[in-house]
């Protein structure tokens, strides 16, 4: 079953002489509780487009289309609300709340949402982030590698049926990386989640069910067969 697709997405910044295309006519479908690693060179436009595919920018045209539902056509809060629920985005540059603690930082989401905090979760996503004894931390106290942690925990914490993370193991040396992946995996399974991600490893992206590559904004892939 198909739960996300990008009909021709399209994505420019600046304008005129400054006008950086940064994606160029994506058509990109993905399966219910597939893992999609994508992978391209600096620049490529990886992160726009993992950006659109969580409804935290603009396409210039196209669509995000996610279970049935197009992305683009909803109010603002429409969007913040939907992205809450389904979406889990762990972003390269972290975006933690400052003044929150590492714990309160992955809980973030289910306070915003007034739900309760699923505590034995809670506590096997700490102890496998390797964050127990730094919960009560501020990022500022943090490791770059802490940080990052941090910010998978928030994204995993409700349980979202697309997370979508762009390098989450980049600041992350090989020992920790593998464990991100091997809890990203997990949970993929335990939850029956859908899986797309960024990576420079090709070590990560060999565990991936398939491989699309962006080249100057153009989304190279296979064929996918239908089922
Ligand atoms: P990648 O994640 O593959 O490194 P990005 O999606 O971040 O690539 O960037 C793709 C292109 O778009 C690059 O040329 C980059 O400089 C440009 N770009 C990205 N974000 C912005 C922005 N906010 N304003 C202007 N140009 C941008
Ligand atoms: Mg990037």
Redesign the pocket.
């Known amino acids: 079953m198909e739960i996300l697709k990008t009909i021709n997405l399209c ?1 420019s ?2 304008s005129a002489e400054v006008k ?1 295309e ?2 160029k006519n994506v058509n990109l479908s993905v399966k219910q509780g597939e893992f999609v690693a994508i992978v ?12 659109l595919l969580g409804g935290v920018d603009q396409p210039t045209s196209g669509q995000v289309i996610i279970d049935g539902t197009e992305l683009y056509t909803k109010s603002e809060e429409e969007l913040a609300l939907f992205r809450r629920r389904k979406i889990g985005f762990i972003f ?1 540059s972290y975006n933690l709340i400052p003044v929150l603690s590492a714990e309160e930082n992955v809980k973030l989401p289910m306070l915003l949402e007034n739900k309760k905090v699923d505590e034995a979760y809670l506590e096997e996503l700490l102890d496998i982030l390797g964050l127990i004894n730094r919960r009560h931390h501020l990022p500022s106290e943090l490791s770059g590698g802490q940080q990052q942690r941090t910010a998978i925990g928030r994204a995993l914490i409700n349980k979202p049926s697309i997370i979508l993370a ?1 390098e989450p193991t980049g600041n992350l040396d090989s020992k920790h990386s593998k464990e991100i992946v091997d809890l990203l995996t997990f949970s993929v399974k335990k939850y029956n989640q859908t899986l797309i991600m ?1 990576t420079h490893d090709l070590n990560i992206a060999q565990r991936a069910d398939r491989v699309v590559k ?1 080249e100057d ?1 153009f989304l190279q892939q296979n064929e996918v067969s239908e089922e």
């Open positions: 994505k910044y600046g950086v940064a994606l391209g060179a600096s620049g490529s436009g990886k992160s726009s487009l993992l950006h390269q762009d960024i962006i904004g």
